[in-house]
């Protein structure tokens, strides 16, 4: 018998066709995407102003960790940011605007310690987890349960940066100098001195300078006049970039010990070769030889065109922080989220191994740098 090979081609094609179907109908069906947890976040930052670098590396550093996670699609992110412009009664208004209009399950900043003092007792009243990211003056957690931070204390990174400097040098005998208006240079001052007299060291003067003070003439006059072994100055980089620009031209040639304030590229921008030999301890340090920090630091510069300082890698690994409690907590509830946050350990950020400790304070060690040919290194 002769066959059509119409027929045939006909035939074939339907048994394909339902052999194709049979598979389709056998494969599972793809199991649909979770909804993403949807959150706002609220930024308060020192954006406008004097200190407006520590608010733009801060800022810069949240915005590339929230385009990351929202581009995993397990949260997203919406953030609020607010300008607090270094003012503690902006800062409050900023926290209350955040909490109340806004409905933020969390807040990240403010910049400064004294705006922290100011806002995060509000969040802590409303039941809404905050979480500074440079506040480093003593009693930040204390403030209460909702209370975090994710930046060394002084009382952790100074010790470490006297103690280095005092085995180096063989200090015996140093001046202190720090700004008597402002939380955090005054909290730097005291474990200056605590540290210094621990130590055994002799303290020859102490001179004090207010914020925003352009001369020193008067404080460094009276320092050189006694012939300090070292300074430990404790001052934000504005001040303390002009404190050793003037102190250089005045011939004091001492090392310099800085409080986490000295700790921002701004110091060398306005000290210029007056800034070698400057001594500070910090647990970022961006020529470390480490994959997740040299990623971080192109990613960075890639995008904004210059490296991240502290405060950026700082305010980078706070959001991770955040979202990672976030997605812990399964759901954008403040309660929920302080909790998962108050447990986090051994997070491995960009700047080192992180946790809290029982007071929702940092556990973490910091590195020793100095300034050397315009650019922090590590001191030896």
Not at 110 to 130: C, D, H, Y
Not at 257 to 264: D, I, K, L, Q, R
Not at 271 to 285: D, N, Y
Request: proline share 4%.
């Amino acid at each position: 018998m002769k066959r059509n090979p119409h027929a045939v081609a006909a035939v074939t094609c339907a048994l394909f066709a339902l052999a194709f179907m049979g598979a389709e109908k056998a494969k599972p069906a793809a199991k649909p995407k979770a909804e993403p947890i949807r959150a706002k976040i609220g930024v308060i930052s020192y954006i406008t102003g004097q200190g407006a670098a520590y608010g733009e590396a801060i800022t810069n550093g949240i915005k590339l960790a929230r385009d990351e996670v929202n581009a995993k699609g397990d949260v997203a992110i919406d953030l609020k940011i607010e300008d607090s412009s270094g003012k503690q009664e902006q800062a409050l208004a900023a926290a209350q605007k955040l909490i109340n209009s806004e409905k933020v399950v969390a807040i990240i900043g403010p910049t400064l310690s004294n705006e922290m003092f100011a806002a995060g007792p509000e969040a802590n009243a409303s039941g809404v987890p905050i979480m500074g990211t440079s506040t480093t003056a003593k009693g930040i957690p204390q403030i209460g349960k909702f209370v975090f931070r994710n930046s060394m204390p002084e009382s952790q990174a100074i010790p470490a940066a006297v103690g280095h400097a005092v085995k180096k040098y063989n200090l015996k005998k140093v001046a202190l100098l720090y700004g008597n208006d402002d939380a955090f240079t005054k909290s730097g001052f005291d474990t200056m001195k605590e540290t210094a007299e621990k130590l055994k060291l002799n303290i020859v003067t102490i001179q004090e300078f207010q914020k925003g003070q352009a001369d020193y003439k008067a404080q460094l006059t009276k320092i050189a006049s006694l012939s300090p072994d070292a300074v430990f100055c404790s001052a934000l980089y504005n001040e303390g970039g002009v404190i050793l620009a003037q102190a250089r031209k005045m011939g004091l040639k001492v090392p310099f010990v800085g409080g986490n304030g000295f700790n921002s590229p701004k110091v060398i921008e306005i000290a210029k070769e007056a800034a070698e030999g400057l001594i500070v301890a910090t647990p970022w340090f961006g020529e470390k030889n480490d994959p997740k920090v040299k990623a971080f630091v192109a990613k960075f510069e890639k995008t904004y065109g210059k490296k991240p300082d502290q405060f950026a890698a700082q305010a980078y690994d706070a959001f991770h922080i955040m979202t990672n409690a976030l997605k812990t907590a399964g759901a954008a509830d403040r309660g929920k989220l302080r909790d998962a946050l108050a447990a986090t350990r051994n997070f491995q950020g960009v700047v080192g191994n992180f946790s809290f400790d029982a007071d929702r304070d940092v556990v973490m060690t910091p590195s020793v740098l100095i300034v050397k040919n315009g650019k922090f290194a590590i001191f030896k």
